[in-house]
């Protein structure tokens, strides 16, 4: 010990900082009879040839086991072959981050055993030279693997891929090459020890048939098999069954929640319960001021979201979520803004009009749009068509035809794609009403009457459902949508006529 801290001595205090070295103390004294004063000199000139005074002793603090590793055998070899990965510049850096860099076993001293790996990766997985020249930067440790390692865990995935020819020999190729470039530890696992029980274990809990298996591993690119069953996969099943235990098919539910969103095993239960939290208190009408429980046969709010859009839990609860619920209250009357505020407050229980939780149980998957670029320009273009009677501050208004009772927008008509669907109806409707000639496209009083197109007509499901109940031609609605669908969406018309009403020239 002395002679490795004498090479550290702070000469400015003549000492050193022991409890730095505990860990390196602590492996000297298990491993004193089998380590010689020769071969720590050794190890210790080695470090001294190849990195600075603060690097060797970060090495010699976190990764005391180098002073085993032969110099010629293992650690020059290694340090060349990073240094070819990552520089010379970089490659103190990348030691000084993580130490154990120069433990991985067999890096860099086999050449042919590297070339064979890229060999294997670029015919089995058509991995491209820049996918692999990343991958060593990424992932080193991939090319020391043996390639019957390689071969054993990849035809392991393949095979499941294959399960009810799902997926081409192409698509599997794809597959595997996502998943070794996203997740290459992966493929470091033993098959009958990790991964094959993990997958049994998934099969058993969560009802999956043997085709399932294929979607878990293509939408979590094999991350979920890489996960504990006791630390990971367990308590969170554990979690998403108790939470779908009211509903009338749990298990059911539980495989069609994974098999539309397989990241959701990956997500932390803290992650999990913060989210659910949230929806129950939207729920049970907890501090938010919304229009009360829910009085739904399909379960809680929380399950219906885990259910019917997955989704919504992968994402942030402050940065997504919460603003996203926080406007759609006010679009559907829940709450409202107060007047030169940004603060949301509760609408009276006798004004309100909508229940925030019906309404996002009927559709959770507006949850998943973009706040900015997809719900509020959405919006805007209901408001200025009559669809809907909103202010500046978003907060819902009674009908501008007089009649007093708010219409109120549900989830899945917002989510209608408002370039491919909504304004090129809207406009083509506009271009054939009396008078039109004399005007142009979507030149249209916006402030009183009616909307001329019925909504549920207007956001029907197929252009030709559309035409059929407008009684107009789908032919010629069909090259109307296509040639003016670019200019619509590249425009910036479609702001001018949203923020003023001025028409929109589609020709």
Known sequence: MDLITGEFLDTANNNIDKKSW???RNYLYRTADKLTVAQVQQVLAFLRDNFSTETCQAVLQQSPRILRKKVQSFLQPTVDFLRQLYGDELLGQAVR???DLLLTNGMGYDADALELVELFLAKEV?????????LKRTAPFVFQLPVYKLLTVLNFFTRILKQGDRYSDQQCKSILAKLVLSHPQILQLSVTEN????LNFLRERCGLLETDLAVLVKGSSAAILALSVKDNLAPTIDFMSDLLRGRPDPLADLRKSLLSHPPLLGLSLDNLRSKKEYFDAIDGNKGSGVAGKCDLTVGSLASRVLVR?????SLSLRGNIVPTIDFLARVWGA??????SNKSVPIPQHEKKTSLAAMLSEYPGILTLSLEGNIQPTLNFFNRTNYVSLDRDWNLLPDRDGGGKPHVIRGRYIAASLFNRLLPRWQYCQSLAPGSTEKKAGDMDTTTGPPSIPLHVLVSATDPAFCQQMGIDVNAFTTFKTESIPRL?????FDTWIKTGRPIDIY
């Open 22 to 24: 505990t860990k390196t």
């Open 97 to 99: 981050r993580k130490p």
């Open 126 to 134: 058509a991995l491209t030279p820049i996918n692999i020249k990343k």
């Open 195 to 198: 991964l094959q029980p993990r």
């Open 309 to 313: 859009s997955p989704a919504v839990y």
């Open 335 to 340: 709450t409202r803004q107060e007047e030169g």
């Open 489 to 493: 969406r590249f425009s910036s018309q």
